[in-house]
């Protein structure tokens, strides 16, 4: 069964870096999600991704976040200067047309030191 | 602003019960309800998709319900095994918008 795959599994970044997470969606798969989880508290929307361009982002997405498709496979978060608080595990996500199920890749453990 | 809460927030059971998680909704302007499965450090799985205009959706031992009105949603499980054993998150996608909003989760516990 086609899957979300993310990369890395855990990364460790200093405090004022920058990182870049990565996702390739499932193939024919339209609509494209960044989710985070805060360890013990609930899974949170960051932004919806479609047609090249973003279609919804809650108030946590702020100016240090964006995302990014590019190429026809992968896609991309992008944390431009980390803080403590972003330590989070970050999940992407995507979905068909429609009412169709979101899928979730397996994630990415920030830590930020 | 849509709120969902899942009561009970942990569970235990021998294995072989029949056990019901149960989600609350204070928006019943949904445009579907979505159950996933979450293992430790993992990511979420989807189970059931259930779309505003349907009651309920099954999928092996696994019975969903929903009750848009009231702003329910209940899982149901039958004859439960320890491989059930995940916290169970359910999560609303509004009328307005992509986001799915999702509550804080059941974790089951399924002893042996």
């Known amino acids: 069964e086609p899957e979300v795959t993310q990369t890395p599994s855990h990364q460790v970044t200093q405090m004022g870096q920058e990182v870049i997470l990565r996702c390739v969606p499932i193939s024919n798969h339209l609509y494209f999600y960044w989710y985070r989880q805060i360890l013990g508290q609930k899974v949170e929307f960051l932004v919806s991704f479609y047609n090249n361009e973003i279609s919804e982002k809650s108030e946590i997405f702020d100016d240090q976040f964006s995302v990014e498709r590019p190429d026809g496979s992968n896609f991309t978060l992008k944390i431009r200067s980390t803080k403590l608080e972003d330590s989070a595990m970050y999940f992407c996500?995507?979905?068909?047309?429609?009412?169709?199920?979101?899928?979730f890749g397996n994630g990415t453990r920030l830590t930020v030191t | 602003k849509q709120e969902v809460t899942q009561i009970p927030a942990a569970l235990s059971v021998p294995e072989g019960e029949n056990l019901v998680l149960n989600c609350s909704f204070t928006d019943s302007a949904i445009y579907n309800l979505q159950w996933f499965r979450q293992d430790p450090g993992k990511g979420l799985t989807s189970l059931l998709l259930i779309q505003s205009s349907q009651r309920e959706q099954t999928s092996g031992r696994l019975n969903a319900s929903l009750d848009k009105s009231s702003g329910r949603s209940t899982l149901y499980i039958a004859a439960s095994q320890p491989g059930d054993s995940a916290t169970y998150l359910c999560?609303?996608?509004?009328?307005?918008?992509?986001?799915?909003?999702f509550g804080k989760g059941t974790t089951l516990s399924v002893s042996s």
């Open positions: 996500a995507s979905r068909g047309q429609g009412n169709s199920p979101l899928h």
């Open positions: 999560a609303v996608r509004n009328q307005a918008g992509t986001a799915l909003i």
